[in-house]
């Protein structure tokens, strides 16, 4: 597919659609259409290899990277869109359904010319548009219209590439069954999946770092005509898991994530549940509630009762969503009593200290009572409580002395994985720490492992490694890392003890010597029935009789193997997790373990998120650094084509992190003849015929135009 679009879309005639391009010789140069570029044109386009540079922002690539980078879209909707634009037919859309698809899309498309002309036969409808605050601009951003003779307006409803997929239909009739009409869900229209306004604020949101869910069409409309744009519209009381999904393309630990609760009772009743929702996604992200005026149901009224100057007062004046529950519960529970503990219970989940003392100082003057009694009751405290030991209480002058002997001492302490973008992430594994690896049955999780092993072992030749396989006999385990070592087939490595040929027996040679030198360090426990007292014991034995060392990495595979206490398995996973943290800390090692997910309608090829893991969430708490993986060829509902263009993708993701950014996606090329997992790398990755990753070429002198993949 992307050398199909390489081929066949002319960058300059592309990039010529979003600013203007002046020829110089042999390329072409223009002020740069994705960052603010005034004045100097730092965007040369070089038609030669179909590529761009800008020297401002110092992006670069070919058309894809491109509209990936203009759209904020991903590599793979970036083709996609590219593809529908200029009628381009990939082997793997050569289906029924995606042609249906094609004809949907331009058949609503028609649909919108159509709504938007009839508007402007139709001053009563416009009228009604206009007394709602919205001016002609906004009108036409939103592409508002109506029925040639139905009393309704029409709001199209797009895609994240701005394609109209469906439309909403607001009645203006009172006496209407129901104010709005949705399409009905079809081939390219689940309401699940869409955000209103999503094509227009994804432009916005990381320029200034936050987004605002709102509940409806108007509100987005309204924040945009107060010049707030980036806001989206889920569009129902309720927002979806699908949806929460969505977000995080564009959202990241940093950015502000904003309320609009309306102040209708279903979706006050829902504002809590919405905010578990979300914070499941966005466990890290600040998260705000603007307060509508009591004499407002929600933003568009704010617009057209009080102008576009009180919303944003309102944005500005936003409170941390902990404080907006808790004013909810003063404003609707009468008995104080009652008052005193829905608080107390609603901040027992408040990690937050200082937005725990903005709510203690707020509740001074509600309940009339002091600071201090009102602190200490929050905090379930009294003035009984015993004194501690003053020497527990650290001043920065101790902590600076604390941390430098951390430094000094993190290196010896820190591992990496062996995977650059992975451990520029998470920063290493430290000991002491719990790594858990989730995903479905199928992904590949013990092939995970089993590279990261291999990257151990070649990094740190003397690190005790102990690995419990207990899905897999240490017999089928040799022959993985036979595999993964030498770039070897499966039937070569069984040549070992055949006549291979001659070519074959050099390779298999040269693995067995690298295994007598490099995994000396290395043992393998394949035994079934193993409990956690069993694993202490044999890590333990392992390193005084074994290495003449303690073990520093236990491999786990896969945690559900493990014997347990009693009870459910949600108790038995439990109480395994902790005890994994436990031993972690013990031995002062570093314990990998897998893990399934829970049967929630995921397959191996949708993203997994840390709180699917199987039978308990303490699984995500206990861990230090939760890595999730799918493979998108495995996904439901592909067609042949689509698994061929997929092949080989392997995702992960950094669900939890304690050393750094959460929620980074990290692409694999997965090499099935060799098991080998390599990280997708800004620069191709480039192997020789065994599969051996080979040095990059040398970068281009100095001046010299580069794109992003060295060319």
């Given amino acids: 597919m992307f050398e199909l ?72 909707d970036a083709a996609k869109q590219l593809c529908e634009e200029y009628n381009l037919k990939p082997n ?99 309401k699940r999946e869409i955000l209103y306004g999503y094509d227009k604020a994804k432009y916005h949101i990381r320029e200034v770092n936050s987004i605002i869910l709102n509940e409806g069409y108007f509100d987005v409309m309204s924040l945009w005509e107060s010049g707030i744009k980036s806001g989206v519209a889920f569009c129902s009381s309720r927002i979806t898991r699908e949806q929460v999904v969505l977000l995080q393309d564009l959202v990241d630990a940093n950015h502000i994530i904003y309320f609009v609760p309306t102040n209708d009772t279903t979706a006050q009743n829902e504002f809590e549940k919405n905010i578990t929702q979300v914070r499941a996604g966005f466990p890290k992200n600040h998260m705000r509630a603007l307060i ?117 001492s993190l290196e010896s302490n820190r591992l990496k994985f062996g995977w650059a973008k992975t451990d520029a992430t998470t920063r290493g594994m430290r000991m002491g720490d719990v790594i858990q690896m989730i995903a479905s049955t199928g992904v590949g999780k013990t092939m995970w492992a089993q590279n990261l092993m291999v990257n151990l072992v070649n990094q740190y030749p003397t690190l005790p490694i102990m690995f419990y396989s207990l899905e897999q006999t240490g017999v089928m385990a040799f022959e993985r890392f036979a595999m993964m070592e030498g770039s070897l087939e499966s039937k070569q490595v069984e040549g070992w003890y055949k006549n291979a040929d001659k070519k074959i027996q050099e390779k298999l040679v040269e693995t067995m010597r690298s295994f007598s030198k490099n995994y000396k360090n290395f043992v393998v426990v394949d035994e079934s029935g193993i409990d956690m007292k069993k694993l202490e014991q044999y890590t333990l034995q392992a390193g005084m009789l074994t290495f003449g060392a303690p073990v520093k990495v236990v491999v786990i595979d896969y945690l559900g193997y493990l014997q347990g206490e009693g009870g459910d398995m949600y108790h038995k996973v439990s109480v395994i997790s902790k005890q994994l943290k436990e031993l972690a800390k013990k031995l002062n090692c570093i314990v990998i373990s897998l893990h399934q997910v829970s049967k929630i309608g995921k397959t191996g090829g949708d993203p997994i998120e840390g709180y699917m893991a199987r039978d308990s969430g303490v699984v995500q708490e206990s861990a230090d650094i939760m890595i999730s993986a799918w493979r998108p060829e495995l996904k439901e509902d592909l067609s042949d084509e689509e698994k061929k263009d997929l092949e080989g993708v392997y995702m992960t993701k950094i669900v939890k992190n304690r050393y750094g950014e959460v929620g980074r996606k990290i692409e694999f090329f997965f090499q099935k003849r060799y098991l080998k997992l390599l990280e997708k790398r800004d620069e191709p990755v480039m192997a020789d015929e065994h599969g051996k990753i080979v040095a990059p070429p040398p970068p281009p002198p100095k001046n010299a135009r580069i794109n992003k993949y060295g060319g």
């Fill in 5 to 76: 679009i390489k081929e066949s879309v002319d960058i300059v005639r592309h990039v010529e659609k979003y600013t203007q391009l002046k020829q110089h010789g042999r390329y072409y140069q223009g002020l740069c259409p994705l960052h603010d570029d005034r004045t100097s044109p730092s965007f040369t386009v070089y038609p030669s290899d179909n590529s761009f540079y800008c020297f401002g922002c110092h992006k670069g690539g070919d058309v894809v990277d491109f509209e990936a980078e203009r759209q904020q879209l991903s590599m793979g």
């Fill in 92 to 190: 793997y859309v050569q289906s029924a359904k995606y042609a249906q698809g094609i004809a949907l899309k331009k058949k609503k498309a028609d649909i919108l010319d159509a709504t938007v002309e009839s508007l402007k036969g139709r001053q009563d409808i416009y009228e009604y548009i206009k007394k709602r605050g919205l001016t002609d601009e906004t009108i036409n951003e939103f592409s508002l219209g109506t029925g040639d003779k139905s009393n309704i307006v029409v709001i199209p409803i797009k895609d994240k590439f701005g394609k109209v997929v469906a439309f909403a239909r607001r009645d203006l009739d009172p006496n209407a069954h129901a104010k709005y009409v949705n399409d009905s869900a079809d081939l390219i229209f689940n």
């Fill in 292 to 408: 509508i005026p009591d004499d407002c149901k929600d933003l568009n009224d704010v617009l057209m009762i009080h102008g576009k100057e009180k919303i944003t007062e309102i944005y500005q004046s936003s409170v941390p969503v902990e404080l907006y529950l808790a004013k909810r519960i003063i404003k609707t529970e009468p008995i104080v009593e009652m008052q005193y503990t829905k608080i107390r219970n609603l901040c027992s989940s408040i990690d937050n200290a200082l937005i725990m003392e903005d709510i203690c100082n707020w509740l001074v003057d509600i309940w009339k009572k002091p600071a201090s009694l009102i602190k200490s009751y929050i905090v379930n405290k009294n003035s009984q409580d015993e004194i501690v030991d003053t020497s527990k209480f650290k001043n920065m002058d101790m902590l600076m002395r604390d941390y430098e002997l951390y430094i000094e």
